[in-house]
T-cell receptor
Framework: DTAVSQTPKYLVTQMGNDKSIKCEQN?????MYWYKQDSKKFLKIMFS???????INETVPNRFSPKSPDKAHLNLHINSLELGDSAVYFC????????????FGPGTRLTVT | AQKVTQAQTEISVVEKEDVTLDCVYE???????LFWYKQPPSGELVFLIR??????QNEISGRYSWNFQKSTSSFNFTITASQVVDSAVYFC?????????????FGQGTRLTINP
C-alpha cells in the first residue's frame, strides 16, 4: 500500500495556467507538508498543515494556495503559473511532534513552458 | 537560523569501497533532531535515520553507519562495501520548530555514484 501518494507524477503546462497537485496519505498522520525541490536539488518547505489547519507558511507567493479537505489530504493549487515554478513538488506527512520523521510522496515534476 | 551544510557536492567511488558523506549543522536549539534521506535516480525521498541531540551513540544498520558528534556539530554517514544500488543523492536534514510544528531544513545534498 502506498503511504503517501501524489497525482499527477508529471505536469507540463504553459505560463499563465492554473494547476493543482493532489496528495493523500494513509499513515494516519496529523501533519502534512509541501516541499519544493529546485533544479539544483535543493529542498525547501513551503507549507505545513496540522489536522486541516495551516501552521507553516514560508515566504511563498500567494499564487500558491494549499487546501486540506481532511487530515489525510493536502492539495496544492497554483495560479498564473510562471517559468520559475518549474520544479519537483513533494508532499510529506508525519506525526505532529518535533522529531518525528517525515514520509514523502513520489513527487510531482512540474514543467512550465 | 538553522543551517545544514553538505560540503561534498559529488562523490564517485568504485564498488566495494567505503565512503563517508559529511554533514555539518548549525542550531541554537538544545534539543533537535537530525535526519538522513536518500533520493535514488527514481526520484523518491526515502527516510534512512533519525537521531536526537541527546543520543550520541553511533548507529549501524547493515552496511550503513552514522557518526553523531555534538562537539563538532556533525552527523556523518558511512557506507561500507558500497554497491551500485547505493548510487543516489543523499540529504542530511535538521528539524526546526516553527509555531509548534516541525519543518526540516535540508542540506544541499551529496550525489554519490558507485561505479562497477
Amino acid at each position: 500500500d502506498t503511504a503517501v501518494s501524489q497525482t499527477p507524477k508529471y505536469l507540463v503546462t504553459q505560463m499563465g495556467n492554473d494547476k493543482s497537485i493532489k496528495c493523500e496519505q494513509n499513515l494516519g498522520h496529523d501533519t502534512m507538508y509541501w516541499y519544493k525541490q529546485d533544479s539544483k536539488k535543493f529542498l525547501k518547505i513551503m507549507f505545513s498543515y496540522n489536522n486541516k489547519e495551516l501552521i507553516i507558511n514560508e515566504t511563498v507567493p500567494n499564487r500558491f494556495s494549499p487546501k486540506s479537505p481532511d487530515k489525510a489530504h493536502l492539495n496544492l493549487h497554483i495560479n498564473s503559473l510562471e517559468l520559475g515554478d518549474s520544479a519537483v513538488y513533494f508532499c510529506a506527512s508525519s506525526q505532529p511532534r518535533i522529531g518525528y520523521e517525515q514520509y514523502f510522496g513520489p513527487g510531482t515534476r512540474l514543467t512550465v513552458t | 537560523a538553522q543551517k545544514v551544510t553538505q560540503a561534498q557536492t559529488e562523490i564517485s567511488v568504485v564498488e566495494k569501497e567505503d565512503v563517508t558523506l559529511d554533514c555539518v549543522y548549525e542550531t541554537r536549539d538544545t534539543t533537535y533532531y537530525l535526519f538522513w534521506y536518500k533520493q535514488p535516480p527514481s526520484g523518491e525521498l526515502v527516510f534512512l535515520i533519525r537521531r536526537n541531540s541527546f543520543d550520541e551513540q553511533n548507529e549501524i544498520s547493515g552496511r550503513y553507519s552514522w557518526n553523531f558528534q555534538k562537539s563538532t556539530s556533525s552527523f556523518n554517514f558511512t557506507i561500507t562495501a558500497s554497491q551500485v544500488v547505493d548510487s543516489a543523492v543523499y540529504f542530511c536534514a535538521l528539524s526546526e520548530e516553527s509555531w509548534g510544528a516541525q519543518k526540516l531544513v535540508f542540506g544541499q545534498g551529496t550525489r554519490l555514484t558507485i561505479n562497477p
